[in-house]
């Protein structure tokens, strides 16, 4: 019994190491780790967003009750670490899949919308700009779900300097293009963190809404990763000072 007890616990791990996914869920400020679940609107599932029309696309859905009413305050200029792993619980202990399995490539992206209250419940109609992507590096072929498997979850991301003072959500997805060759296909991991960004500027970046950033036909999120040597993250261009 003991025997057939730890073999179907075996095939369990092996299934769930298969079908690995990932979940933003908590943040360093200027490397200051603030916690599981501090100012992040974490998802109580790690399941995948695939339909890019849905409004579950801005910070996801279902969070771990209840939301962290924490904002983070960041200055401009500083950097926020975003922090995954494979489950909704964050770190849990040593599991080959964590952060995310290593065989689900494909891009991070980052983006900031502007907000009354960092805290409020309704995201739909914000207002959205790109502060970060990484994809595919052609040099090293490493993908940025590469680079946040060997650093542990974390990706490393820096507020605009010339951002306006004020509240924000940020919102960080990691891209899964594993089955990507047509839509849908593409499976997409984000959560939000809110944020209260001091100092700063006066800049007034272009923006883009969610859902609408992205359309099925956008080579970000229809490519077959195993014959390309080039990728464009989807979305718009990175927001500079």
């Given at each position: 019994?003991?025997?057939?007890?730890?073999?179907?616990?075996?095939?369990?791990l092996?299934a769930?190491?298969?079908?690995?996914?990932?979940?933003?869920?908590?943040?360093?400020?200027?490397?200051?780790?603030?916690?599981?679940?501090?100012?992040v609107?974490?998802?109580?599932?790690?399941?995948?967003?695939?339909?890019?029309?849905?409004?579950?696309?801005?910070?996801?859905?279902?969070?771990?009750?209840?939301?962290?009413?924490?904002?983070?305050?960041?200055?401009?200029?500083?950097?926020?670490?975003?922090?995954?792993?494979?489950t909704s619980?964050?770190?849990?202990?040593?599991?080959?899949?964590?952060?995310?399995?290593?065989?689900?490539?494909?891009?991070?992206?980052?983006?900031l919308?502007?907000?009354?209250?960092?805290?409020q419940?309704?995201v739909?109609?914000l207002?959205?700009f790109?502060?970060?992507?990484?994809g595919?590096?052609?040099?090293?072929?490493?993908?940025?779900?590469?680079?946040l498997?060997i650093?542990?979850?974390?990706?490393?991301?820096?507020?605009?300097?010339?951002?306006?003072?004020?509240?924000?959500?940020?919102?960080?997805?990691?891209?899964?293009?594993?089955?990507?060759?047509?839509?849908?296909?593409?499976?997409?991991?984000?959560?939000?963190?809110?944020?209260?960004?001091?100092?700063?500027?006066h800049?007034?970046?272009?923006?883009?809404?969610?859902?609408?950033?992205?359309?099925?036909?956008?080579p970000g999120?229809?490519?077959?990763?195993y014959?390309?040597?080039?990728?464009?993250?989807?979305?718009?261009?990175?927001?500079?000072?």
């Amino acid at each position: 019994m003991k025997a057939s007890f730890c073999a179907l616990a075996s095939l369990v791990l092996a299934a769930s190491s298969v079908s690995a996914r990932t979940v933003f869920s908590a943040i360093q400020v200027d490397g200051v780790e603030l916690g599981h679940g501090v100012a992040v609107r974490v998802p109580s599932a790690n399941a995948p967003i695939t339909d890019i029309t849905s409004k579950n696309l801005i910070c996801n859905s279902g969070f771990i009750e209840p939301v962290s009413d924490v904002v983070a305050s960041v200055p401009a200029g500083g950097v926020v670490a975003a922090e995954f792993h494979h489950t909704s619980a964050g770190y849990v202990g040593p599991d080959p899949s964590d952060p995310l399995d290593p065989t689900n490539k494909g891009p991070v992206l980052a983006y900031l919308a502007a907000v009354p209250d960092a805290t409020q419940e309704d995201v739909t109609g914000l207002k959205w700009f790109k502060i970060f992507e990484q994809g595919l590096n052609p040099e090293t072929h490493q993908w940025a779900s590469d680079l946040l498997f060997i650093n542990e979850g974390y990706v490393n991301i820096t507020i605009p300097s010339c951002l306006k003072a004020g509240q924000y959500l940020l919102r960080v997805e990691s891209i899964s293009l594993s089955s990507a060759s047509q839509y849908p296909g593409a499976q997409f991991f984000m959560s939000c963190a809110q944020l209260e960004v001091t100092g700063g500027g006066h800049a007034s970046p272009e923006t883009v809404s969610f859902p609408g950033a992205y359309t099925a036909t956008d080579p970000g999120i229809v490519t077959n990763i195993y014959a390309v040597e080039t990728y464009t993250p989807p979305g718009p261009a990175v927001f500079e000072c």
